[in-house]
């Protein structure tokens, strides 16, 4: 049977734990993403955020319904932080590329929490409002709603993919991060245009930027199509 989970304002009145704090939902989850960055996926466990929090790990279960409650909360968070702030411009194209470069900064700010989260559909507030604000800016256009919603799953799940696939770069060891980044330089730019005709011929553009993220080109490939789509219609 699931734990009942009290509600804020009866979490609020409780006591303080042993380090003078009142605990709740927001401060669980913003000492679970400092704990995912210190100590990575597998160092974040409930008994270690518990003493993180000065409480009872079994204390965190009035709270959350249980430990993927928690990671739902955390990629909530994940997406409030990177809309916190935003205003509309009325550019349909501009808004779009600041939501999405948001929402892919603010997951590379927590790698660990973003390789963890990214591939999770959380339902709540702040995914929400995004979901409302992204299809609101497409529909504005005049775009026919099957047109909206494509184009909506394409950029939703391209930000998401690729700042999990950073975010697993970033999370890393430095040193395992370092060899990978090297091999551009040590491996592929010296093979034998003999044998490797159309990577020796790029070899300097591939080190100059195969380390670096293809998002923001891949982002304005998926604009252009939706400016290709929108001038069609």
Not at 124 to 152: C, H, K, P, Q, W
Not at 158 to 184: I, K, S, Y
Not at 211 to 217: C, E, I, L, M
């Amino acid at each position: 049977m699931a734990k009942e989970v009290v509600s804020e304002t009866d979490r609020r009145r409780r006591r303080p734990t042993k380090q003078g704090v009142v605990l709740t939902q927001k401060l669980i989850v913003e000492t679970a993403l400092r704990m995912l960055r210190e100590h990575g996926r597998e160092g974040m466990t409930v008994r270690r955020l518990g003493v993180a929090l000065g409480a009872d790990p079994s204390t965190l279960y009035r709270y959350f319904r249980g430990t993927d409650d928690l990671t739902l909360a955390i990629a909530d968070e994940l997406i409030g932080r990177a809309m916190r702030d935003w205003r509309a411009t009325g550019d349909w194209r501009r808004d779009l590329r600041d939501i999405g470069l948001r929402i892919h900064t603010a997951y590379l700010d927590h790698p660990e929490a973003a390789v963890l989260t990214a591939s999770r559909v959380s339902g709540r507030a702040n995914e929400i409002a995004t979901d409302e604000v992204v299809l609101g800016i497409l529909r504005a256009t005049g775009l026919s709603d099957s047109d909206v919603v494509r184009i909506y799953q394409a950029f939703i799940d391209q930000t998401l993919a690729f700042a999990a696939l950073d975010a697993a770069g970033l999370a890393l060891p430095a040193a395992a991060r370092a060899a990978d980044e090297e091999v551009w330089r040590a491996t592929y730019a010296r093979l034998s245009p003999d044998t490797h005709p159309h990577i020796a011929a790029t070899a300097p553009l591939l080190v100059a930027r195969m380390n670096h993220s293809a998002y923001p080109t891949a982002l304005e490939m998926l604009l252009d199509s939706a400016a290709a789509t929108l001038r069609a219609g």
